[in-house]
């Protein structure tokens, strides 16, 4: 017997087939067509040279570079280049101007809004949402309630040198006392319900009264008698309604005991003076500059 006779021939084409049945179906061997073929051939040649010319295979640390020397970074470093070759003017005329006239000059308000815009973006809406809007330890910098102050210097400021960090030491710095080994239970309830009262909330009127004067033993001193706050101390105002972390009472008392202490960067070091100037520029116009 011939290899052919050997071939599982399809009656009705007359063509052999790959031996695969479903449901009584053949499947048939037709070959490729050619055009097919030389064009899958020719996508693996493309392949292999496209591999040598440009960035392809991962190595341990790094990736094969190809002998074209092609970057996307160096291709995004080379545009942000040109870029700030072209806004190189308008920067340095922003690294000195005076923030408080800067509406004067309509054109490089727009531009440092616009500028401070995509810096707020790029460092600073990790933490304060990319509408500036904040959540829980990181402020809101849309309303009128500033720690340390919401007016161009002040804003300027915080931004060049941050809160409580160890690299600048510039930086704007508070300590509020964990008063959880210093008051009792008993007593912690009671400033809670003072700090309840003040801000216009429900209270246990009999606690709240004994807080009142626990709160001016231990408490005034930064935030004020009236719980009024103190930006020199960077001590919040405790009479609104505007919490970094929160009114009700289970926060209060968390606070209370166990104290907070949030951390800023400072950017100084890592923004230019006319960056620093656009991205206060963009804070102080969303709404709550002073």
Same mark, same amino acid.
């Given at each position: 017997?011939?290899?052919?006779?050997?071939?599982?021939? =399809?009656?009705?084409?007359?063509?052999?087939?790959?031996?695969?049945?479903?449901?009584?179906?053949?499947?048939?061997?037709?070959?490729?067509? @050619?055009?097919?073929?030389?064009?899958?051939?020719l996508t693996i040649i493309w392949g292999i040279g496209y591999t040598i010319a440009f960035p392809a295979?991962?190595?341990?640390?790094?990736? +094969?570079?190809?002998?074209?020397? $092609?970057? +996307?970074?160096?291709?995004?470093?080379?545009?942000?280049? /040109?870029?700030?070759?072209?806004?190189? =003017?308008?920067?340095?005329?922003?690294?000195?101007?005076?923030?408080?006239?800067?509406?004067?000059?309509?054109?490089?308000?727009?531009?440092?809004?616009?500028?401070?815009?995509?810096?707020?973006?790029?460092? !600073?809406?990790?933490?304060?949402?990319?509408? %500036?809007?904040?959540?829980?330890? $990181?402020?809101?910098?849309?309303?009128?309630?500033?720690?340390?102050?919401?007016?161009?210097?002040?804003?300027? $400021?915080?931004?060049?040198?941050?809160?409580?960090?160890?690299? =600048?030491?510039?930086?704007? $710095?508070?300590?509020?006392?964990?008063?959880?080994?210093?008051?009792?239970?008993?007593?912690?309830?009671?400033?809670?319900?003072?700090?309840?009262?003040?801000?216009?909330?429900?209270?246990?009127?009999? *606690?709240?009264?004994?807080?009142?004067? *626990?709160?001016?033993?231990?408490?005034?001193? !930064?935030?004020? =008698?009236?719980?009024?706050?103190? /930006?020199?101390?960077?001590? &919040?105002?405790?009479?609104?309604?505007i919490w970094l972390y929160g009114g009700d009472p289970a926060t209060l008392e968390q606070t209370i005991?166990?104290? @907070?202490?949030?951390?800023?960067? &400072?950017?100084?070091?890592?923004?230019?003076? %006319?960056?620093?100037?656009?991205v206060t520029a963009y804070v102080h116009q969303l709404g709550g500059g002073e």
């Amino acid at each position: 017997m011939s290899s052919k006779d050997k071939k599982d021939v =399809d009656d009705v084409t007359g063509i052999d087939t790959t031996g695969h049945s479903w449901d009584g179906i053949k499947e048939l061997n037709n070959p490729l067509p @050619r055009w097919w073929l030389w064009t899958f051939y020719l996508t693996i040649i493309w392949g292999i040279g496209y591999t040598i010319a440009f960035p392809a295979w991962p190595l341990i640390s790094s990736a +094969t570079s190809g002998v074209l020397g $092609y970057s +996307t970074r160096g291709e995004v470093a080379q545009e942000i280049a /040109r870029f700030q070759e072209a806004n190189a =003017d308008i920067m340095a005329e922003l690294a000195v101007a005076d923030l408080e006239t800067l509406d004067q000059n309509p054109e490089l308000m727009r531009f440092a809004t616009s500028a401070g815009g995509a810096v707020f973006r790029n460092n !600073c809406s990790q933490c304060h949402g990319s509408g %500036a809007a904040g959540a829980v330890g $990181y402020p809101n910098l849309l309303d009128d309630d500033w720690l340390w102050g919401g007016d161009f210097e002040n804003i300027a $400021y915080t931004v060049r040198h941050g809160i409580r960090n160890e690299e =600048d030491w510039d930086a704007r $710095y508070s300590q509020m006392t964990a008063f959880d080994d210093i008051l009792s239970n008993d007593e912690i309830d009671a400033v809670v319900n003072h700090v309840l009262a003040i801000s216009g909330q429900g209270h246990d009127a009999t *606690l709240a009264a004994a807080g009142s004067e *626990l709160f001016l033993d231990n408490c005034a001193a !930064c935030h004020g =008698d009236a719980g009024t706050g103190n /930006r020199d101390l960077g001590a &919040p105002n405790l009479t609104n309604n505007i919490w970094l972390y929160g009114g009700d009472p289970a926060t209060l008392e968390q606070t209370i005991r166990y104290a @907070r202490f949030g951390v800023m960067p &400072p950017w100084g070091t890592r923004l230019t003076e %006319a960056e620093i100037r656009a991205v206060t520029a963009y804070v102080h116009q969303l709404g709550g500059g002073e």
